[in-house]
């Protein structure tokens, strides 16, 4: 079995369980809450009539959001229990949406439109073994002078759990569970990869994104290691020798010209 195979089937169990959790709250969603976080929803800005493409949207929460702020969304991601799902959310708000099932590296193969802004957030890159394909895609997936824009887990958090904080050809593969509440008796295969923030970066200019703006947080939106204190609301942060550990990171940045695929 590849790891695409291990890891599409681990989504596709791990969707149905997130589906029905507390932490995800498709109820409150449904009921007009967006899923957005305070860092995106400022850093991108307006994002009214803009094309919008969502990498790894999962079951689209957050690319249904972007809708309601007004952007004209895509959302791509590999799990097909995950599409399905979004395209229900989507009949059920009635909002303006696309949903394509692909894995983003098959995605980034075919010829497709072009966006105004591209966007991932919160725990995609560790599923990703190829950095530089994955902001090659990025790249062609933008207009010139689109935005990338990308709010993700710090190394550093990763590090902290126990993952290398350097980038490694191998992947790291285990039985492990996932992240929602309501999950204790679940157990599945995965590989992830980690990612050094000098890799992210790196590939992003190799790929001609212009970094405009490179941020580090050290609170996280989400409760998720033991330790952490939540000093405001939905501000989490954790200490290591006494000191805030960075926990986000967000990069911004343009397309500024046409790149080929054999160059920037
Ligand atoms: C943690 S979730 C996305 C985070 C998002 N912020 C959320 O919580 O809704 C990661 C997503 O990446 C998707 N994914 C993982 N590997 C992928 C790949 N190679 N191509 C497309 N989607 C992938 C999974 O199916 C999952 O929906």
């Known amino acids: 079995m590849t790891y695409i195979n291990t890891n599409r089937n681990n989504w596709n ?42 990498l790894q949207c999962h ?21 097909d229990e995950a599409i399905r799902k979004a395209h229900y959310l989507k009949t059920e708000t009635r909002l303006d949406a696309r949903f394509l ?38 790249a062609d997936c933008l207009e010139t ?18 993952y290398s904080y350097f980038g490694k050809t191998e992947p790291d593969f285990e039985e492990d569970g996932t992240y929602t509440e309501n999950s204790e008796n679940f157990k599945s295969s995965i590989y992830t990869w980690p990612h050094s ?33 939540e000093k405001e609301p939905g501000k989490f942060y954790l200490k290591h020798n006494n000191q805030d550990l960075p926990l986000l990171f967000s990069i911004k940045g343009t397309k500024s010209h046409n790149r080929t695929r054999a160059g920037i």
């Open 13 to 54: 169990q791990r969707t149905k369980i997130h589906f029905r959790s507390k932490f995800y709250d498709v109820e409150g969603f449904l009921n007009g809450a967006s899923s957005l976080n305070n860092i995106e929803l400022s850093e991108l800005g307006n994002v009214k009539d803009k094309t919008l493409l969502h």
């Open 145 to 162: 002078n689109g935005t990338f824009y990308m709010v993700e887990f710090h190394p550093f958090n990763d590090l902290f759990a126990g």
């Open 59 to 79: 079951f689209g929460l957050d690319t249904l959001s972007w809708a309601r702020e007004g952007a004209i969304v895509t959302g791509v991601d590999f799990s």
């Open 197 to 229: 923030l000098s890799d992210v970066i790196t590939s992003l200019i190799n790929a001609g994104i212009e970094i405009r703006q490179f941020n580090e947080f050290p609170y996280s939106p989400y409760n998720c290691f033991d330790q952490m204190e």
């Open 101 to 138: 099932c692909a894995d983003i590296y098959d995605y980034g193969r075919e010829i497709h439109s072009k966006f105004d802004i591209v966007f991932t957030s919160y725990g995609a890159i560790c599923w990703l073994p190829d950095l530089q394909e994955w902001a090659n895609i990025i």
